[in-house]
C-alpha cells in the first residue's frame, strides 16, 4: 500500500514527526502535492484548509486529515475526508494505516468518520516516538499547556498537563544539527508541570547539549514570568541565542484577564527588563485587535508596544478566530488610528515584524535569529 504526505511547507514539522512515527509500523509517508493513490494524509490548518478541502473532495483515493483544523472541527472535515485523526497522530494513524491495509474495520478511539467517533483513550508519550528520522525537522521537547489562553489550540488539542521527552532523546536528535532548535508551548518550561520553572531541569538539559542552541526563541517561544535571572543565565551560559521571544499578547490587564493569560502587564515589563540586563533582546509578540478591546484597551497595548520597542522586538499579529477556542465565534476588533500608525511606524524602522493587518500572513512565518 503506498501511502503519501500532502506537503505543505508551514506544516513540515509534523510531516518530520510523522514520518517517523509512520516509519517505526513499516509505512513510509511519500510527500506529494496532491493526492495519490492508495492514501493521502493531509495536516489542516486554518490557513489552508480552504485550498485542501476542495481538493481532499476530489480525491481518487483515500484521504486521512489530521491537524488543528480537523482535530476542532471533526464532524465538518468528516464529511469530505475518509477519515479524520482527532489530536495526537504518532500513534493514531500508523495504527489506521495498517487497519486499511490489512482491510480490518476502522474503530479506533480518536479516529473520526461521517459515522461518528470515540476520543482518544490515552496521550502521546513523547520518548515512545522518534523525533524525526531521514525528514529532519526540529526537535520537540515538550508538549501540552496547562494554561488555557482563550484564542489558542495547543491545549484543546495536545491537553492541559505538560509532557517532556527525555534529555536523553532530545540530545540524540539535537546532535543532528550543528545549530539545533526546539518545539514547545513554553521552553523554559522544560522539565516543569507548566506553571512553575524548573532551572534545575533545565540546566540538565542545556549543559548536556554541545552544539549551537537556540533556545526560547523562535519556534521555542516561552511565557514571561518564566523569563527570570535564573534562566536567562542559563540562556547566556549555555546557548547562542541572543534574543528571547515570549508572549505579551495585549498592554491591557482586562484584555490579558479576560483571555486567561495567567500573567499581568507587569510581568511582560519586569521580563524585557530581566533581558535587557542579561543582553538579551526581547523580542515581544503581541495580538491586536481581540473582539472585546476598547479604545482605552488599544491605548494600553499602543503604550506597551512603545515602552518594549525602547529595548527590544515586537512580533505582532492581528487576531485569528481559531476552531475549537472560546473564540471561535468572535470577529477581531478593528484597530485605532493610533495602534495603527504605530505598528506601521515601527515596521518601517525595522522594530516589528509580522502582520496585523492580514489573517494569511500573521500566522505562518516567523523571524529566526
Ligand atoms: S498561548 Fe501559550 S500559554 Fe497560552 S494556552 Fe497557548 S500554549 Fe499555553
Known sequence: MKVHWRYTSPTRNTYAALFAACEQEGFLLEPTDGPAPDVTCYSLNSLNVRDLAPEMAEADCITIAGGPHATACWRQVSEYADYVVVGEGEYLLPALLSCIRDGRAVSLPGIATKEGYTPAASTVILDAYPAFSQMKGYVEISRGCPFSCAYCQTPRIFGRVMRHRSVESIVKYASRYRDARFVSPNALAYGSDGRCPRPDRLRELLSALSNNIYFGTFPSEVRPEFVTEETLGLITRYCANTSIQFGAQSGSDAVLQRIGRGHTTADVVAAVEQCAGAGLTPVVDIIVGFPFESDDDQRATADLV????????????????????????????????????????????????????????GFSHSTPD
Do not use: D, V
Open 306 to 361: 512603545r515602552w518594549i520597542a525602547r529595548y527590544g522586538k515586537i512580533h505582532a499579529h492581528s487576531f485569528l478566530p481559531l476552531p475549537g477556542t472560546p473564540l471561535a465565534r468572535s470577529l477581531p476588533r478593528p484597530l485605532s488610528r493610533e495602534l495603527s500608525h504605530l505598528l506601521g511606524s515601527l515596521a518601517l524602522n525595522g522594530k516589528l515584524t509580522g502582520s496585523w493587518r492580514s489573517l494569511e500572513i
